[in-house]
């Protein structure tokens, strides 16, 4: 029998002695190492790499449209297997270990072109592996978490997880500086990559100790690609799927590039990079767990209403200054809104998805998820290619000294599109306590003041304050309350 530690990550929850969610906090924080020590420095190793700026968004397209496929092809095969953990503990093995060649790359080839695609295969056979084991854990943890607690044991879990990729995050870029002052930067990646293989082995040792439930899937909850195609325009989870798509079609347009745009184009240092990076995941650190206890009482929906708004300035922003200082305090701000968003539409989806058809709605909204991606980050990578070198608007001639910028504006302008549009077109599916978008607003402001006042100024315009008219249950008072662009 797995043993049970002390762990104050889930103290307070009602089934705060289940092994398995003791389990499931130790695998996110080790999980989290991997991501950031492992994942978090792919591109800057790329720009290490020579990579130009069309193999920098492949290296961000192409791992993704993998992993999608790839979750697909699991949930085709998923009423074949009884044991979920025969699926998922050897496909995080393979993953783990591929971090090995991808540190040694430097070591075996020349930087350039053809090390940058070697990179790009490693990184696509990464993410392939790490996605086919995505629907079968979405599936097995829906089942293990107990509905009424599942907005706060998230959000604990999101905000252990924070804690631990922010340290990764911070240590791995300090060792990055200091290997390259010594001009042995190569052997710096090399060290960060062997943490992320060995804390993702870490976190194969925790996922062992996960109870196992036999999953058994009826005939009648099995439904093609197709048929969730055809029954899109009436179904609310699908509305929330194609909402989802878009927003990250918009992000996909220019996140490959931030980055890309710091190191190559601001100069920044590898220390200067990871403080800008790290900001963004301390904040979602102190944020998780007072979304997760909106969201329990508010429902899902209300968090996306705010939080989906919120998102679309940010990549605006970075046009106003590229002062180290005013990005920093530009990153506070998007750790709390992406915290919020990341948080509510995870769980959203274990609201709206009865647990039998759990693991294809998430393989299907992977999926389409990837097309988009895969859209908006070749559509983002072929106008950063071909973006002029002025823009004319009339007698004005408009000359950024940096190129990328335009493409940050273009993705603000894509995601504002995308909430306008989508946003309104699903629903909250549980019954929750009714509140304002302004009153939940003035909720977070009053939780976290100066990060709340940022919060309220920066998300006022477009919302309805129309209330949830949904009756709330009873549930307890909230006590107090990779760089996501």
């Known amino acids: 029998m797995p043993d049970r530690p002390d762990n104050p990550d889930i103290k307070g929850l009602p089934d705060q002695d289940d092994p398995s969610l003791t389990a499931a906090i130790h695998d996110g924080k080790a999980n ?127 905000r252990a997880c924070g804690l631990s990729s922010f340290m990764a995050l911070s240590l791995a870029g300090i060792a990055l500086h200091l290997f390259e002052q010594s001009g042995k930067t190569a052997i710096g990646f090399f060290i960060i990559f062997l943490t992320a293989a060995l804390a993702r082995l870490n976190s194969r040792r925790w996922l062992g100790r996960y109870r196992d439930p036999e999953f058994v899937l009826p005939a009648e909850q099995i439904f093609t690609f197709s048929q969730f195609l055809r029954r899109s325009p009436h179904s609310n989870f699908a509305q929330f799927v194609y909402y989802i798509a878009a927003i990250n079609l918009a992000v996909s347009f220019s996140a490959p590039y931030f980055a890309l745009y710091m190191l190559r184009d601001l100069q920044f240092s590898y220390l200067e990079f990871t403080i800008v990076t790290a900001t963004v995941t301390v904040t979602q650190f102190l944020m998780f767990r007072y979304w997760g206890e909106l969201a329990d009482r508010f429902g899902n929906k209300k968090i996306l209403n705010v939080c989906g708004w919120g998102i679309t300035v940010i990549p605006i922003l970075w046009l106003v200054s590229a002062d180290i200082l005013y990005l920093i305090i530009l990153q506070i701000y998007s750790g709390i809104v992406w915290a919020g968003f990341t948080l509510a539409s995870s769980n959203f989806l274990f609201d709206a998805v009865s647990p039998p058809k759990r693991a294809r709605c998430v393989a299907y909204q992977a999926l389409i998820n990837g097309v988009a991606v895969l859209i908006g980050s070749l559509s983002g990578g072929y106008v950063a290619v071909n973006l002029p070198h002025s823009f004319a608007f009339g007698l004005f001639t408009w000359t950024p000294a940096h190129s990328l910028p335009v493409i940050f504006l273009l993705s603000g302008i894509m995601r504002l599109v995308a909430s306008a549009i989508m946003l309104h077109k699903f629903k909250e599916v549980r019954s929750v306590e009714p509140i304002r978008n302004r009153e939940l607003i003035y909720l977070v402001s009053h939780l976290r003041p100066l990060a709340g006042a940022t919060f309220s100024l920066l998300t006022s315009f477009g919302l309805s304050d129309k209330p949830n008219r949904r009756k709330s249950p009873e549930k307890p008072p909230p006590g107090p309350l990779p760089p996501v662009n």
Do not use: H
């Open 32 to 158: 989290a190492i991997m991501l950031g020590c492992g994942e978090a420095y792919l591109t800057p190793f790329g720009i290490f790499l020579q990579a130009s700026t069309l193999q920098i968004g492949l290296l961000a397209t192409l791992p993704q449209m993998a992993s999608a496929i790839f979750q697909w092809l699991n949930a085709w095969a998923m009423d074949r297997y009884r044991s979920r953990l025969t699926v998922i503990l050897p496909s995080v093995l393979c993953q783990a270990l591929l971090w090995i060649p991808i540190g040694l790359l430097p070591f075996l080839f020349d930087k350039g072109e053809t090390t940058v695609y070697l990179l790009i295969v490693l990184t696509v056979l990464y993410q392939a592996t790490a996605g086919f084991s995505v629907p079968v854990w979405s599936s097995l943890i829906g089942d293990l978490v107990p509905t009424e607690i599942r907005g706060r044991f998230f959000g604990q879990r999101n």
